[in-house]
């Protein structure tokens, strides 16, 4: 085995052990029946450059970080302000009820080559999302690793997740009209532009690909 992919193997199992660190000690509690963390190990996700795990309780002080950060913030909260521990908190408990009650949401986002917490990204379930398809592409990075294709490289992945793993329909994405580099990300992966509408508030472009479209594509690209 070279070294580059001895330590990726490396930083594959760190990930793979805080996912049964914190089956173990929540075992008692029983958070995951064994059906359920099987579940969450094959949703782990490696990518040229990343590797996705599914979200646990152990990311929250990171999300608080990437969250604090005004140009992470800009675009998600349209009072222009940055997210408050609490805040930050209600987001990561959204994300764990996405894994929990869908068993899909975002992933933690992990750099291959240090094996640094990046961001959040993957597919999270928007219950109040006015439509039949809910799943919606998402995603925040460091700001240090922006620019590189990363959001593109994890996205395609965590679409491929959906439609491959679990049979979704139709994926959407969301963002407001003026977040240019969220709707690059989008229009990369193969989402298309459906319009504008009001949502919690706010106006919004959105987006989205069917499960037909992202074959064909996936077909042709072979
Ligand atoms: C959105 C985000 C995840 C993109 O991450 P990323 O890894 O830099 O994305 P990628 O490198 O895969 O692609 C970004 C694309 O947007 C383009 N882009 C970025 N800023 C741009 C700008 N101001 N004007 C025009 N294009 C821009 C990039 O050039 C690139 O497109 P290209 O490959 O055609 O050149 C990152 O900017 C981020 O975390 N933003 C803050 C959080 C956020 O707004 N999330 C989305 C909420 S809906």
Same mark, same amino acid.
């Given at each position: 085995m070279s070294i580059s992919r001895c330590c990726l193997r490396t930083i594959e199992l760190a990930a793979k052990r805080? @996912?049964?660190? *914190?089956? $173990?000690n929540e075992k008692n509690a029983r958070t995951y029946? /064994?059906? /359920?963390? @099987?579940?969450?190990m094959k949703a782990v996700i490696e990518t040229t450059h990343l590797l996705l795990r599914p979200w646990q309780e152990e990311d929250l002080d990171q999300l608080v970080r990437l969250l604090a950060r005004p140009e992470v913030a800009r675009y998600i909260r349209l009072d222009g302000q940055t997210f408050t521990r609490e805040e930050s908190a209600e987001?990561?408990?959204?994300v764990l009820r996405s894994w929990?009650?869908?068993r899909l949401g975002p992933w933690a986002v992990i750099d291959k080559t240090t094996g640094s917490w990046i961001g959040k990204l993957g597919l999270m379930y928007q219950e109040d999302w006015p439509g039949p398809d809910k799943f919606e592409? /998402? $995603?925040? @990075? /460091?700001p240090a690793f922006w620019g590189r294709g990363l959001a593109t490289e994890? *996205?395609?992945?965590?679409?491929?997740y959906g439609f491959v793993n679990?049979? @979704?329909?139709?994926?959407?994405?969301a963002t407001v009209p003026e977040n240019v580099a969220s709707r690059r990300v989008m229009e990369k992966c193969g989402l298309t532009y459906q319009g504008e509408l009001r949502f919690r508030n706010a106006r919004i472009v959105w987006y989205a690909l069917d499960a037909s479209t992202w074959w064909t594509l996936a077909?042709?690209?072979r």
């Amino acid at each position: 085995m070279s070294i580059s992919r001895c330590c990726l193997r490396t930083i594959e199992l760190a990930a793979k052990r805080v @996912l049964m660190q *914190t089956w $173990y000690n929540e075992k008692n509690a029983r958070t995951y029946s /064994d059906r /359920d963390f @099987l579940h969450l190990m094959k949703a782990v996700i490696e990518t040229t450059h990343l590797l996705l795990r599914p979200w646990q309780e152990e990311d929250l002080d990171q999300l608080v970080r990437l969250l604090a950060r005004p140009e992470v913030a800009r675009y998600i909260r349209l009072d222009g302000q940055t997210f408050t521990r609490e805040e930050s908190a209600e987001v990561h408990a959204r994300v764990l009820r996405s894994w929990n009650e869908q068993r899909l949401g975002p992933w933690a986002v992990i750099d291959k080559t240090t094996g640094s917490w990046i961001g959040k990204l993957g597919l999270m379930y928007q219950e109040d999302w006015p439509g039949p398809d809910k799943f919606e592409v /998402d $995603y925040e @990075l /460091d700001p240090a690793f922006w620019g590189r294709g990363l959001a593109t490289e994890g *996205t395609q992945a965590a679409l491929r997740y959906g439609f491959v793993n679990r049979s @979704l329909p139709r994926i959407i994405g969301a963002t407001v009209p003026e977040n240019v580099a969220s709707r690059r990300v989008m229009e990369k992966c193969g989402l298309t532009y459906q319009g504008e509408l009001r949502f919690r508030n706010a106006r919004i472009v959105w987006y989205a690909l069917d499960a037909s479209t992202w074959w064909t594509l996936a077909h042709e690209q072979r």
